[in-house]
């Protein structure tokens, strides 16, 4: 059974910073690329960021570029998102995808709530 769990939410004052964390078992989590993605309250699905499978590529949405940064940790079966500079504009509940393109993707986690203060 695919799982993908993710941690790490909180809630921070603007200018803050938050790391999350995505735990995958149930498929060989180096052979996928693996994304974020976020989707605020009445709003559609925003594509955060993606890694590739050795995690030598990655892909930033315009929003959080320069601001945040994904990585993987393959022994450890792991995907990370280290967000800096937080504004309200990021309060979001925040999804780890398996593949690049999470609109496309078959597996989901669950979401955790990312909230910014003002």
């Known amino acids: 059974e695919v799982r993908l769990v993710e941690s790490g939410e909180g809630t921070v004052p603007t200018g803050g910073s938050l790391r999350l964390s995505c735990a995958a078992s149930g498929f060989p989590f180096g052979g996928h690329a693996m994304s974020w993605l976020r989707q605020a309250p009445g709003k559609g699905p925003d594509w955060v960021s993606s890694?590739?499978?050795?995690?030598?590529?990655?892909y930033y949405g315009e929003a959080v570029r320069g601001r945040f940064a994904v990585s993987r940790d393959n022994t450890k079966k792991t995907l990370f998102l280290q967000m800096n500079n937080l504004t309200p504009e990021d309060t979001a509940v925040y999804y780890c995808?398996?593949?690049?393109?999470?609109?496309?993707?078959?597996?989901w986690g669950q979401g955790i709530q990312v909230t910014v203060s003002s």
């Open positions: 995808v398996r593949g690049w393109d999470p609109n496309k993707s078959d597996y």
């Open positions: 890694i590739s499978r050795g995690g030598d590529s990655t």
